[in-house]
């Protein structure tokens, strides 16, 4: 059964700093990975999508990076804005039915 | 912009009442996903579409909770009866096929009393 982990499950930053969030999965044989973002009471919003034959995807100022191998994906957020405040979730698909697996979440504040 | 559309968007209930959700993918997306999460805790699959045929249902709690896809667009989620323990925000997502980028809705809170 796949397993999704998350660290750290909170983290607090001051305005302009870069940050890492770490998601790892137990089973390697992964479709995509994609990591969403979402705001409290909200529902979730794609952030970046990786192919499993893909290492990197950026979109502004977020770069997500994919080590199949070792079961490891890293979110990094250049410059962090308070509004990027919210809990951020990655989620693998895998199976004979491409299940997309959650992680539990970790949540960013970033402090003007 | 397409976005995936839930109604209602909150519900409450009375404990052993029946509760549906409806979802409407965006227009094209063959499947379709019904998730719960707990406040806390990462959404976890209920039950999964592949146009109208049922791909995943494994965790769905099927003496209480029933999902349909009929004409293999829009989807409803029924719990009967509804017990305290269901409440939850149950979100719906789409994605134009199994290996393919997933959205998804603003979700349902539910609240049972």
């Known amino acids: 059964k796949q397993e999704v982990t998350q660290i750290p499950a909170a983290l607090s930053v001051p305005e302009g700093e870069n940050l890492v969030l770490n998601c790892s999965f137990t089973d390697s044989a992964i479709y995509n990975l994609q990591w969403f973002r979402q705001d409290p009471g909200k529902g979730l919003t794609s952030l970046l999508l990786?192919?499993?034959?893909?290492r990197e995807q950026t979109s502004g100022r977020l770069n997500a990076s994919l080590d199949k191998s070792s079961g490891r994906s890293t979110l990094y957020i250049a410059a962090s804005q308070p509004g990027d405040s919210a809990t951020y979730l990655c989620?693998?698909?895998?199976?004979?039915?491409?299940?997309?697996?959650f992680g539990k979440g970790t949540l960013l504040t970033v402090n003007p | 912009e397409a976005e995936v559309a839930q109604s209602p968007r909150y519900k409450i209930t009375e404990k052993s009442q029946a509760v549906a959700f409806w979802c409407d993918p965006i227009?094209?997306?063959?499947?379709l996903y019904w998730y719960r999460q707990i406040l806390g805790q990462g959404p976890e699959l209920l039950v999964q579409?592949?146009?109208?045929?049922?791909?995943?249902d494994s965790q769905l709690p099927k003496d209480r909770f029933s999902a349909e896809r009929l004409k293999g667009v829009d989807s409803t989620l029924k719990i009967q009866p509804a017990e305290l323990g269901d409440s939850a925000m149950y979100l719906c997502?789409?994605?134009?096929?199994?290996?393919?980028?997933?959205?998804f809705g603003q979700g349902t809170r539910l609240t049972v009393v």
């Open positions: 579409f592949q146009d109208e045929s049922v791909v995943d």
């Open positions: 990786i192919q499993s034959s893909q």
């Open positions: 227009s094209g997306h063959a499947t």
């Open positions: 989620a693998v698909s895998g199976g004979s039915n491409y299940k997309l697996t």
């Open positions: 997502a789409s994605s134009f096929t199994l290996n393919t980028e997933a959205f």
